[in-house]
């Protein structure tokens, strides 16, 4: 399981303009810090090591040069070296999370999923709210195949880190297999508005559209069916106080609102799907389900309604389950997702632990 995981950090990315006349020992350290970052990626390793540890000379209190080093030697797949190193910096004043990351992968890669789980579990200690090391402790599960064990770890990753947009991508690919897909088609589509513009969001784009096809059934014009939920549990302490009661989020809510909103449709493609969704959200506020199962990502869908590109960000969160459907209806409606195109960035979904969404709160 190898990972690209590298500090981006923004002392090495500080553009000088200095002569190295007068310069100080960090700042001679940040050259050569730049210079050795570029060696990296083109796959110079030794040569960024050498002069890692020159700049390491000049900056012995910084924490961004024994790190690289040890992300170099990861590189390299010399995980021997960067596990040396590793757990001789990780005493480090600045540590932070991405150290028992690599440190734990280092061990994995090794061949030492035991010695994996006490780094990851030793960085959880001092970093109790890493959605990474938590992603990490469910990847070593999932390696295995043994998804059911994993889940758990991604949830709790997207409990404490809820902007980590890696977590929701396991989740989502994790329930949209298993009888609960209600979850996955929430945590997709947060996932996709965390990381907007990747591999993984074309996969879940079309993930969700797909799961919307197999779980929605048409039986003839006027019966379909939709499963996207089969927990029927019911807390007993509940039923003591019939104000409280509260049904499961998937059957109590998520499937009765789609079942609503789906009437007036007799199949599913992307027009049919943009009209339910837009529905959904309509009923999602208009029924006070927004108060009973509040859902961050509705919410952002009913700011998206009233700025006026529901449509356009319908078909863009599905794009990908029928490429030719939505390049159609892209040449009919240019403006409008350019309006949207343009609209998005400064007002995209905002996550907090104060509106987060897991299963866990259902």
Known sequence: MTKKIKLISLVLLIVSSQSAFGQTN???????????????????????????????KL????????????????????????????????????????????????????GEPEKAVAAYDEGLKIFPNSGEIYLEK?????????????????????????TFASNYYRAALLYCSSTEEVWGMIY???????????????????????????????TNDSTFSVSFSKNATINVTDLSDPGK????????????????????????????LNGVRTSFVDSYITGGNDKKYPTVLFDFQKKVKDAGHMEAYNYWVLSMGDGSAFEDW?????????AFAKWYPENNLEITNENKFYSGQF
């Open 26 to 56: 960090q700042e001679k350290a940040r050259e050569k810090g730049r210079e050795a970052i570029q060696l990296m990626d083109k796959g110079q390793f030794d040569e960024s090591i050498k002069l890692l540890k020159e700049a390491e």
């Open 59 to 110: 900056d012995p209190e910084s924490f961004v040069y024994p790190y690289e080093i040890a992300y170099a030697h990861y590189a390299k797949a010399d995980y021997k070296k960067a596990i040396s190193q590793l757990e001789k910096t990780k005493k480090h004043k600045d540590v932070n999370e991405r150290l028992y990351q690599l440190l734990g992968n280092s061990y994995d890669i090794s």
């Open 138 to 162: 469910g990847n070593l599960l999932w390696a295995k195949k043994e998804y059911e064990k994993a889940l758990p770890f991604y949830e709790k990753g997207i409990e404490v880190d809820p």
């Open 188 to 218: 997709g589509e947060i996932f996709i508005n965390l990381e907007p513009n990747s591999k993984r969001t074309k996969e879940i784009s079309k993930l969700l559209f797909d799961t919307y096809k197999s779980q929605i059934t048409f």
């Open 245 to 272: 009661l509260k049904l499961p989020y998937g059957i109590g809510f998520y499937e009765p609102t789609l079942m609503m909103a789906l009437i007036p449709y007799k199949s599913v493609n992307l027009k049919s």
């Open 330 to 338: 892209y040449k009919a409606n240019k403006e409008k997702f350019e």
